[in-house]
T-cell receptor, first 118, second 106 residues
Framework: KAGVTQTPRYLIKTRGQQVTLSCSPI?????VSWYQQTPGQGLQFLFE???????NKGNFPGRFSGRQFSNSRSEMNVSTLELGDSALYLC?????????????????FGPGTRLTVT | GDSVTQMEGPVTLSEEAFLTINCTYT??????LFWYVQYPGEGLQLLLK?????DKGSNKGFEATYRKETTSFHLEKGSVQVSDSAVYFC?????FGAGTTVTVRA
């Protein structure tokens, strides 16, 4: 079974530009979550999509957005990039992410997209 | 809100030493708990999990027991190897601990 794939793996952008990152989940997984990983803040949850609907959202500004397609593939977009957006962006897929914590399932992570904003 | 608090590193050990990484959680109800590991240059991968109180998750010689009375899920390994050098994350749903960097020296 193929794992979670993310494209591109590396990206360099200029402040003020926008960027779109892509994630293909494991076949059969309907939940896709996005995380930002930085040395200072650790791993922070951005949002989660399930069946094309955003179900959970972290504490990030509106410049960060996402969507999920009918085949469960997901994209994340960051507009008006800032230097502080430089990070490793991780995508994770899961069979489901239940509405209650008791229903949460293990997540399978992709290798990440390393975004550098200059 | 729901969260986990994880012992911060870095932790440096010699081969065959005993490893413990503390993790406590705050949550309503009885969530599933996870430990993930991130090897250098790679994404996170699930190490082990426990879905209810008193469950013991285990994998690759690592163990963690879900303790409801102390709201803890500490990770342990009796004899570490150089290949265990990595960053370890305790997690509850979408909330991750800060990560503990473990370095094992030969």
């Amino acid at each position: 079974k193929a794992g979670v794939t993310q494209t591109p793996r590396y990206l360099i952008k200029t402040r003020g530009q926008q960027v779109t990152l892509s994630c293909s989940p494991i076949s059969g997984h309907r939940s896709v979550s996005w995380y930002q990983q930085t040395p200072g803040q650790g791993l922070q949850f951005l949002f989660e999509y399930f069946s094309e609907t955003q179900r959970n959202k972290g504490n990030f500004p509106g410049r960060f957005s996402g969507r999920q397609f009918s085949n469960s593939r997901s994209e994340m977009n960051v507009s008006t990039l800032e230097l502080g957006d430089s990070a490793l962006y991780l995508c994770a897929s899961s069979l489901a992410m239940g509405k209650s914590l008791a229903e949460s399932y293990e997540q399978y992570f992709g290798p990440g997209t390393r975004l550098t904003v200059t | 809100g729901d969260s986990v608090t994880q012992m911060e590193g870095p932790v440096t050990l010699s081969e065959e030493a005993f490893l413990t990484i503390n993790c406590t959680y705050t949550a309503t109800g009885y969530p599933s708990l996870f430990w993930y590991v991130q090897y250098p240059g790679e994404g996170l991968q699930l190490l082990l999990k426990a879905t209810k109180a008193d469950d013991k998750g285990s994998n690759k010689g690592f163990e963690a027991t879900y303790r409801k009375e102390t709201t803890s899920f500490h990770l342990e390994k009796g004899s570490v190897q150089v290949s265990d050098s990595a960053v370890y994350f305790c997690a509850l749903s979408t909330s991750f601990g800060a990560g503990t960097t473990v370095t094992v020296r030969a």
